[in-house]
Every structure is written in structure tokens, then in C-alpha cells.
């Protein structure tokens, strides 16, 4: 029992004097997993001896299925841990947003992932307020099509969300553009394909530029060129702005003029924050 407790407290600290490299790796991922899934991390330290004792009951048979078993374990354990997660969170007064894999759903995120990488929680209002909107929008419209990006970590305000700067405390949703036909976004992960300013434009961050603020020039040309729904993208930004929940939204101002809304709480973010044409970034109530 104590050397049990003792492997799971040391986790892949266990390797640090036999195979220094591995441990290495182990911790590196642990760190990975945990700024990506904030879960991630934790499931992984406790697979390491797990693992550990997998590969002791295998012996001598041959790597790769000695790896595979460890890589199997360790997927089945974080699925459990997300799925058992979903209650924990409630405990934290949050709850996950619906990952559209159903035909009830009204909105969903634009890659699964967001929800496998467990980063679709919001407070219970939040979410309460994203499906209020996107069922009215999807009654008038014929169909659901609010698709949402990053949302919030299941547990701890203060754990951030990276590569969000304020996306801790679960009231905050990105929500994508609405592009014309049925492609969502030009990027698969939503984010970092821009609808670029229109000659004359507002462009108040023309050559004075913040570090946080990408444009990920490189990228443009590799995405499809998708025509801006200027009709949808306007519906959701003004029944977001008149909905109590909505605290403030935050998109571009070349964005703001361009789709014709002016509601009190739609502002520009400023130079020293990631590009807002590419996303809207929604914040909700306290709770
Ligand atoms: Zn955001």
C-alpha cells in the first residue's frame, strides 16, 4: 500500500534516476496536457504507474504492444476522467456547453476537440444564455448554426486558459463568424482566419501593434477564401447585445461598422489583445 502511494505520488519522477530522458518526456507532457486540458496533466501522472505495473504484468513481450496497452490505458483514463468530470464541475458552478452530436442541439463547436480537450465549460447562466440566443436564432434562420470556439476550463477561476487571457472564470464564450453557405469558419479551429479591413476601414491598430495581437500572415493565403455572412453574423451580434446575461462583447471596429450594429456593449479590445475579426468574444454575468 505504501509503495502504491508512493508511485502515484512520484508519478514520472520515478524515472528521474534510471531513465532521466523519459522522465523528462512524462513531465513535459504532464505540463502540456494540463495548459491544454487542464485535466490532462493530472490523468497523465497517474498513468505513469499504472503503466509501470501494465508493463510489469506483460513482461518480456514485445513493445509495441507493451506501448500501445500504456497509450490505450492512458485514453481510456482521460475519457473517464472528462466524462467523470462533468458533475465535478457542477460543484464549481459550471457546466458543459452541448457538443452538437445531437439533432435537439441548436449550437455546437466547430471542431470536436473542443469539447474532447474539455474546453467547453461555462457558468450555468453563460450557458443558459447561449442556448436562449441560439434557439431563437436558429427558429428565425432554419437551422442551428451558433458555433462556438474556446469556452472555459471545468474547475478554479484563477487557472487560466491559454492562449486566452481572461477566459478563467468560465463567463466568457468565443463564438465564431458566420460565413456564407455551410462552412463554418475559413480556419478549422475557428480562430486565426481574419476578415481582413476593407480599404477605408477603421483600423486603429495600424502600426502600433501589441505582442498578443497575431496576424498569423503566413496563414492567410492556406485558408479558403469564405464569404462573411453579414446577415447571420449581425442577428447574432444584436440578440447577444439585447440579451441581460451579456456583459460586453468584443469585436474589431472595421467588423462592428461593416455588419451595421451598435449596441452599448459591443467595444473594440484594443491593440494589446488577440485580433477580434476572426471571433466574437462573448462575456456573461457574474454568477
Ligand atoms: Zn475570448
Redesign the pocket.
Given at each position: 500500500m505504501r509503495r502504491l502511494a508512493l508511485a502515484v505520488l512520484a508519478g514520472p519522477f520515478a524515472f528521474a534516476r534510471g531513465a532521466p530522458a523519459k522522465a523528462g518526456l512524462l513531465i513535459f507532457f504532464v505540463a502540456l496536457l494540463t495548459v491544454i486540458t487542464q485535466i490532462g496533466g493530472l490523468v497523465l501522472w497517474l498513468c505513469v504507474p499504472a503503466c509501470a505495473w501494465l508493463n510489469n504484468r506483460l513482461g518480456d513481450r514485445n513493445s509495441a504492444l507493451r506501448h500501445g496497452a500504456c497509450l490505450g490505458l492512458s485514453a481510456a483514463a482521460y475519457l473517464g476522467a472528462s466524462v467523470a468530470t462533468i458533475p465535478l464541475a457542477g460543484a464549481f458552478g459550471r457546466a458543459p456547453l452541448d457538443c452538437g452530436l445531437t439533432d435537439a442541439a441548436t449550437y455546437g463547436p466547430r471542431t470536436i476537440w473542443t469539447c474532447l480537450l474539455n474546453r467547453h465549460y461555462a457558468t450555468l447562466p453563460a450557458r443558459q444564455a447561449l442556448q436562449k440566443v441560439s434557439a431563437e436564432l436558429s427558429a428565425d434562420f432554419k437551422g442551428p448554426w451558433v458555433t462556438y470556439l474556446?469556452a472555459g476550463f471545468p474547475f478554479f477561476d484563477w487557472f487560466p486558459m491559454f492562449p486566452?487571457i481572461s477566459?478563467g472564470d468560465g463567463r466568457?464564450i468565443?463564438l465564431a463568424l458566420v460565413h456564407i453557405y455551410d462552412a463554418v469558419t475559413p480556419s478549422p479551429i475557428g480562430y486565426w482566419g481574419f476578415v481582413q479591413p476593407r480599404p477605408g476601414d477603421p483600423q486603429p491598430c495600424d502600426g502600433r501593434e501589441g505582442w498578443l495581437r497575431w496576424n498569423m500572415a503566413w496563414l492567410q493565403p492556406l485558408l479558403p477564401e469564405i464569404e462573411l455572412d453579414v446577415r447571420r453574423t449581425a442577428a447574432l451580434l444584436g440578440a447577444l447585445a439585447q440579451d441581460r446575461e451579456v456583459r460586453r462583447i468584443l469585436i474589431e471596429p472595421h467588423l462592428q461598422r461593416r455588419l451595421g450594429v451598435d449596441y452599448p456593449g459591443i467595444r473594440f479590445q484594443g491593440c494589446r489583445a488577440a485580433r477580434h475579426d476572426d471571433h466574437i468574444?462573448v462575456e456573461f454575468a457574474a454568477k
Open positions: 474556446d486566452h477566459h466568457k468565443d468574444h
